[in-house]
């Protein structure tokens, strides 16, 4: 996988002791460093050897995973040197380097005894070379809860946020199910993070620990290329938190000024996820000269397998028995009545309408309360409807945004085809689980006409006047 890297102006190479002796890098060579030196149980002078000798950190200047354990290091007094040279993709692909992380990945860190890889390993390391560091917590519990949210932030947070990011740049394939699903569970893990942070400065006890040191250069990507402030909007407590810790100088001296996404980073040109055209067979002569070409290639250099596009399942709403209902015919009409609205759509609706091969559905969203800003509010209904995308074929969709003032209330009316809200729609849209679904009762005539006045986005909507009206078709 390719790595996030930010740019800032200020140089994490660090000085002191270590500005002398650049250009050494094995610290195996030192004469201060014994071999196998039990360093967390050690005596203090070899302690002290390691705080004042540099370690020296295998990675580019400004690489996100690296940043971790150069904060640390910022935090507890330990030196940590960049190796001199350093380059993406040719260093960490060297003999000497796949020596000490066989994945090659990247950052890699030279101790005493031996190298150290993954990134979470290695600030942890640069935080217990100092005994008693706070940045480890002050008691079992707290070491617990330290280890609890370096997890967290690992499989919850940047796991996450990497499945939506690197796509995006080209860097594995890019399907946007795939990417849906990501951000959904992105959402999940926020929220929790979100409640947790309502209550709680910091992620344990009352200082910065190294898991705030972990978590917030995990949601540095995010935050810089992804998370727009519409979407980071829902989660209050997580914005002041990455703020606040953004700008604590150890942070600041490292990543510089940070600045929010102001749009989700654009998807790379090539899109592998479309179904390409049915080709014509090649002669056997063009297919042997193409699995040559191919070979040749240079591979991308993420790692992973390259996937092969798997048949498309049929959905299962196109196993249902056919309707007499044709949800285009019901589009159209919609789009094409001017006048008379009630008289030619509505009614045409309840002409068209097929109960047994569709079904109606209200939706309430349930934090009306957070609607305080009238664009954030319209984003946010917007996200939902681009979203909805992957139901264009099975569903037509009415969003009010109800109200003059702040707060907004959001509810809409939905058509889907079949009896329930389709499960891949669930599946794939995070923004389904922020609403309350009621399904509409055809026999309460009460209901109906809510449906009708939705339909025709009629002001005043239940008392209220509208600040828009979105229609999904
Ligand atoms: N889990 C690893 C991830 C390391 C990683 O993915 N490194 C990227 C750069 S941030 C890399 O070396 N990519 C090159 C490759 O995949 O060959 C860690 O936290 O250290």
């Known amino acids: 996988m390719?790595?996030?890297?930010?740019?800032?102006?200020?140089?994490?190479?660090?000085?002191?002791?270590?500005?002398?002796?650049?250009?050494?890098?094995?610290?195996?060579?030192?004469?201060?460093f014994r071999k196998s030196t039990p360093i967390l149980n050690s005596a203090k002078a070899?302690?002290?050897?390691?705080?004042?000798?540099?370690?020296?950190?295998?990675?580019?200047?400004?690489?996100?995973?690296?940043?971790?354990?150069?904060?640390a290091a910022e935090y507890s007094g330990v030196q940590v040197e960049l190796a001199p040279n350093f380059t993406n993709g040719v260093s960490n692909k060297t003999p000497e380097f796949i020596k000490m992380n066989p994945l090659g990945k990247i950052p890699v860190?030279?101790?005493?005894?031996?190298?150290?890889?993954?990134?979470?390993?290695?600030?942890?390391?640069?935080?217990?070379v100092v005994p008693d560091n706070p940045l480890y917590g002050s008691s079992l519990i707290e070491y617990a809860h330290i280890e609890q949210w370096i997890d967290f932030s690992a499989t919850e947070i940047d796991e996450n946020i990497s499945k939506w990011f690197f796509p995006r740049i080209g860097s594995g394939v890019f399907l946007p199910l795939a990417e849906e699903a990501a951000i959904s569970q992105l959402k999940r893990s926020l929220g929790a993070l979100n409640t947790y942070l309502a209550s709680n400065t910091y992620l344990v006890g009352h200082a910065v620990t190294l898991a705030d040191i972990i978590m917030t250069c995990n949601l540095l990507p995010g935050f810089m290329r992804v998370m727009t402030k519409s979407f980071t909007a829902e989660f209050p407590h997580v914005e002041r938190y990455f703020w606040t810790m953004i700008n604590q100088p150890n942070f600041r001296k490292i990543f510089g000024e940070v600045k929010q996404a102001e749009k989700v980073f654009p998807v790379a040109s090539k899109k592998p996820s479309e179904p390409k055209e049915a080709a014509k067979p090649k002669p056997k002569e063009e297919l042997k000269k193409e699995a040559k070409k191919e070979q040749a290639k240079p591979k991308v250099d993420d790692g992973e397998e390259e996937e092969q596009p798997k048949p498309k399942p049929k959905n299962p709403l196109d196993l249902l028995p056919p309707s007499k209902m044709i949800l285009d015919d019901?589009?159209?009409?919609?789009?094409?009545?001017?006048?008379?609205?009630?008289?030619?759509?509505?009614?045409?609706?309840?002409?068209?309408?097929?109960?047994e091969g569709y079904s109606l559905w209200f939706c309430d969203y349930k934090y009306n309360d957070e609607n305080t800003v009238s664009f954030v509010t319209l984003n946010k209904v917007g996200g939902f409807l681009q979203r909805m995308d992957l139901a264009r074929k099975y569903a037509f969709g009415k969003m009010l945004v109800i109200g003059s003032e702040p707060p907004f209330k959001v509810k809409?009316?939905?058509?889907?085809?079949?009896?329930?809200?389709?499960?891949?729609?669930?599946?794939?849209?995070?923004?389904?689980?922020?609403?309350e679904w009621t399904k509409v009762d055809l026999s309460d005539e009460a209901q109906k006409e809510r449906v009708n006045q939705m339909i025709e986005d009629q002001e005043p909507f239940e008392g209220e006047a509208l600040l828009d009206a979105k229609c999904f078709k």
Not at 414 to 422: M, T, V
Not at 427 to 432: L, N, Q, S, V
């Open 46 to 71: 070899d302690v002290f050897s390691v705080k004042e000798m540099a370690l020296i950190l295998h990675a580019q200047k400004g690489n996100k995973n690296a940043t971790k354990a150069i904060i």
């Open 109 to 128: 860190l030279e101790t005493p005894d031996g190298p150290i890889f993954e990134s979470n390993a290695i600030a942890r390391y640069v935080t217990r």
């Open 330 to 355: 019901w589009k159209r009409l919609y789009s094409n009545t001017k006048t008379n609205f009630r008289e030619i759509a509505i009614k045409g609706f309840w002409d068209m309408y097929d109960p």
């Open 412 to 435: 809409g009316l939905w058509l889907f085809r079949g009896q329930e809200i389709p499960q891949f729609v669930m599946d794939e849209c995070y923004d389904m689980e922020l609403y």
């Open 2 to 32: 390719t790595g996030f890297s930010f740019d800032h102006q200020v140089s994490v190479e660090y000085k002191g002791g270590a500005e002398k002796r650049r250009g050494t890098t094995s610290l195996r060579q030192r004469p201060c």
